[in-house]
Structures are given as structure tokens and as C-alpha cells.
């Protein structure tokens, strides 16, 4: 990124957007100076400018929630930044996952969008383990017992799909699509993985 090309306001600072790499989601709005977008690109992680404290702000230098910059964009005019990331925890100080988690209007979730947020919770549960997270529980079950519950839920879909009952199908899907989230979180996969294979079998042949 050409810095010369942001056009920081009257204080020194540009805004900046966080968005999950992965899912799209706005995490965080945050401000940067020059020396936090200079220390950004060249350490690869989440650098701001804190107003409060007047001075940098390295995402996660005391809670340990850093944020991997895989992206950094400009916008069309120049006064906005975008990190795109990759967040080891939550980006919010009260430990929601974003800090826009207070809906003022509820909007229908897209597919991609759902899949997305509910694997990034099932990873956040494999990574810290919680007492009473049904994840948790399944994780310390062994792949075995994920597996024999893919099975089940399998069986419930094709039960309500035979019984023609479409509020059925639509619960025991659910149930079946999550647990295969479980495998691939597992497995070290990841929804994309799976995107890039389905697209690859199905895109339209060029030419």
C-alpha cells in the first residue's frame, strides 16, 4: 500500500474497518496513525491508534487476541482503511467475538454467511475447551463419536424426508450440517476448502 495515497483527517488518523477474513464479519472500528498502518503492513498483525490512551494499540498485546493481517485495502477516496484478518479470539473487550453484537434490526443471514459465524464459534470452543460446550464434550468423545452422530443425524434427515415433513427436514439438516462442520474443524479444514472443491466440480466450463 502506497501511503501517500491516505488521506489521514486533521488529527493524523484514518479509520479503520476489521473484517473477518474468513466470514466477511465486521469486527471492529478503529482508528490508525501512520506509524500504526507502517508497524500493520510490516508485522503482519492488527496495529491501531488509541484515542484515549494517545498512543499505538497492538491488538491483543496484553489479552493475547492478536489478529493476522492477510489484507489491508484503501478505499476509492482514500479516508478509510480495511483490515481483512484472521482473529485468534475475540476482537471485542468484552469478549464477544465482534463489537457490533447489539442488533438494532435483525436481517435474514445468507447460507454462506451462517456457516461461516457457526464455524468460527466451533473453533473458538476446540481452542478453549469449555466445561459445559457440547463441542467440547464431542472433541474429548474422539472423532469416532462425531462420526457415529453424522450418522444419526443422517438417518433423521432421510426419516423426515421420507414422512414429507419439510419443518423436519429443515431442524434434522441443521443438525447434519453442524456436526460436519465439527468433522472439518477436526480435520483442519475449513468451509472454503469445501467451497473451492464444490466449485471446482460444478462451475460452468469455460469456453
Request: hydrophobic share 40%.
Amino acid at each position: 500500500m502506497n501511503l501517500e495515497a491516505v488521506r489521514f483527517d486533521e488529527g493524523g488518523l484514518v479509520p479503520v474497518v476489521v473484517q473477518d477474513a474468513r466470514t466477511g464479519e465486521v469486527l471492529t472500528l478503529a482508528y490508525a496513525n501512520r506509524e500504526a498502518l507502517e508497524e500493520t503492513l510490516r508485522s503482519g498483525r492488527s496495529v491501531f491508534y488509541s484515542r484515549s490512551r494517545q498512543a499505538l494499540w497492538r491488538k491483543g498485546e496484553t489479552s493475547g487476541n492478536v489478529q493476522e493481517v492477510v489484507e489491508v485495502l484503501l478505499d476509492c477516496d482514500g479516508d478509510a482503511v480495511v483490515y481483512r484478518v484472521l482473529p485468534k479470539g475475540p476482537a471485542c473487550h468484552t469478549g464477544e467475538r465482534t463489537c457490533f453484537h447489539r442488533p438494532l434490526l435483525e436481517g435474514r443471514k445468507d447460507l454462506g454467511f451462517v456457516v461461516g459465524q457457526v464455524y468460527a464459534t466451533i473453533g473458538e470452543r476446540l481452542k478453549t475447551l469449555p466445561e459445559h460446550s457440547y463441542v467440547a464434550r464431542l472433541h474429548r468423545a474422539g472423532l469416532d463419536r462425531i462420526l457415529k452422530k453424522i450418522g444419526e443425524e443422517a438417518g433423521e434427515v432421510i426419516l423426515a424426508a421420507k414422512n414429507g415433513d419439510p419443518k423436519e427436514v429443515r431442524h434434522e439438516a441443521a443438525d447434519l450440517l453442524f456436526h460436519l462442520l465439527l468433522v472439518l474443524a477436526e480435520l483442519g479444514l475449513t468451509p472454503e476448502d469445501l467451497a473451492e472443491t464444490l466449485w471446482a466440480r460444478h462451475r460452468p466450463e469455460e469456453g
